[in-house]
């Protein structure tokens, strides 16, 4: 059955607010160079236009996977790593995490629990979107695209059972 989306964030909004992040992104980073880690797999489309926008030379992009939700549209609440990234590329780097949304917190709080026992020099969070009315854990996002409220969101990388990511604007499924 077809879902019910109802258009939110449009393409030029999103496109106008990835400028701005890494503007941001580029005065906070002067003369350093930049490991960005983006989460898998909702985050593949910002990233992609994330990095293109920044100036701060990077000097790499890794990937890490986490799994929590299933097919579900309410967060299971446990978080497992299915990626992981070596300790050497963390150790005495600058990272900057990218990630699609922030929810109840709980990923992006064991992502960072695994990531600081490597010793990064400096560990930064750039979220586009965040629920923060949803939050069990409570998480600093450095770089926050659009703060939304309790809406199940697709598009832009953003997934229900694997599907809609492909949608270059974002939508909220109508609550049936
Ligand atoms: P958290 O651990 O509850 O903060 O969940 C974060 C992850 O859940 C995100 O990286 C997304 O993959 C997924 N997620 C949370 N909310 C949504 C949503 O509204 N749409 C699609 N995926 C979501
Ligand atoms: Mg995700």
Redesign the pocket.
């Known amino acids: 059955m077809e879902k019910d989306l109802i258009p939110f964030i449009s393409q030029a909004e999103i496109t106008q607010k990835v400028q701005q992040l890494a503007q941001q992104i580029d005065l906070d980073y002067q003369g350093q160079n930049l490991t960005v880690i983006a ?1 898998l797999k ?1 985050s593949f489309i910002f990233l992609a236009d994330l990095v293109r926008a920044i100036s701060t030379p990077l000097e790499r992009i890794e990937f890490l996977q986490l799994s ?2 299933g097919s579900n549209t309410v ?1 299971s609440g446990k ?1 497992s790593v299915l990626q992981a990234i070596s300790p050497e590329l963390i150790y005495n780097h600058h990272i900057l995490l990218v ?10 709080s064991t992502t960072y629990t695994l990531l600081q026992s490597h010793q990064p020099t400096s560990l930064r969070l750039c979220s586009l979107l965040d ?1 923060p009315s ?1 939050r069990r854990q409570a998480i600093k996002i450095d770089y926050c695209g659009f703060s939304i409220p309790d ?4 598009g832009y990388g ?3 059972d694997q599907k809609y990511r492909q949608l270059p604007d974002i939508y909220y499924l109508s609550p049936s």
């Open positions: 989460i909702g929590s939700y967060s978080v990630e699609d949304i922030v929810d109840t917190g709980l990923s992006i629920k949803c809406y199940f969101v697709l953003l997934d229900i």
